[in-house]
């Protein structure tokens, strides 16, 4: 394991640690480095810094048709004020560029999550946020709207949880992995530790007592952020991956049996 010093200004210090195999709080944990030709989307769920509860930053990787989404990054801290957090943020947005591009941010501007985005937008200089669309708009040239970030709600939650669980169920054919690989020992935990309260729906789920869910939300949010940005008008990027595997498969068995 490799430790690199970077100072945020005006900010904390922040150590980046390569692949942690720990959950600790505090670093940019780092399990992939930016790779060139992808896309990443970073998700954040804002506290208020008063160890009451965490503030999150999750790098995703988008998934092409030769590897799934997958977690390359996390933030997790439970003192961050969400001033500094925004420079967290920007650090790890522009560490994960595409072409020059920062991630795609998609801030979770429910209670102090405006503050954050506000930093970033104003004072840092960050251009590439996720605008707030409407999914139940009858044309997509009237589902973006004029707001940035996202908001989780009684009606996007249960779109991005569902797409979440639907995520880590799916397997492909081929490699056996899921539509989506998790690499945070905080992810992990968060997720062993959701329940289902009795009569409730699966969506519903919610991090059991003393424990948190912020890092599920924030991988349901990046998630569902890379789904409905780069979905193709026709299927999206799991599902073409997954019929161009049965595809392989189908060949290679007529190959067998052609070779007979």
């Given at each position: 394991m490799s430790t690199l010093p970077l100072t945020l200004k005006p900010g904390p210090s922040l150590r980046i640690v390569d692949a942690p195999t720990e959950?600790?709080?505090?670093?940019l944990a780092i399990w992939e480095a930016p790779r060139a030709g992808h896309r990443y989307v970073i998700a954040a769920d804002v506290a208020e810094g008063v160890e009451?509860?965490?503030s999150v930053a999750t790098v995703l990787r988008v998934g092409t048709l030769e590897e799934p989404d997958e977690e390359v990054a996390q933030f997790?801290?439970?003192s961050i004020t969400p001033h500094d957090f925004a420079y967290v943020v920007d650090q790890a947005g522009k560490l994960y560029h595409t072409d020059g591009e920062e991630a795609l941010a998609a801030v979770?501007?429910?209670g102090h999550g405006i503050a954050t985005q506000t930093e970033l937008q104003r004072h840092l200089?960050?251009?590439n946020f996720f605008r707030w669309q409407y999914y139940d708009a009858d044309s997509m040239k009237r589902a973006y709207s004029h707001r940035l970030g996202w908001w989780t709600n009684t009606r996007t939650r249960p779109l991005i949880m569902t797409n979440l669980l639907q995520c880590l169920a799916r397997q492909d054919p081929v490699t056996g992995s899921p539509d989506l690989i998790i690499?945070?020992?905080f992810t992990i935990e968060a997720l062993r530790s959701l329940q289902v309260a009795p009569g409730y729906p699966t969506w519903a789920a919610s991090a059991s007592s003393g424990s948190h869910d912020d890092c599920c939300m924030?991988?349901?949010i990046a998630a569902w952020v890379a789904k409905v940005t780069y979905l193709s008008e026709r299927e999206s990027v799991a599902d073409a991956r997954r019929r161009?595997?049965?595809?392989?498969l189908t060949r290679a068995a007529a190959e067998h049996v052609r070779g007979k």
């Open positions: 959950a600790t709080e505090g670093i009451q509860d965490r997790v801290s439970a979770e501007c429910n200089g960050y251009q690499r945070s020992p924030t991988l349901a161009q595997a049965t595809g392989k």
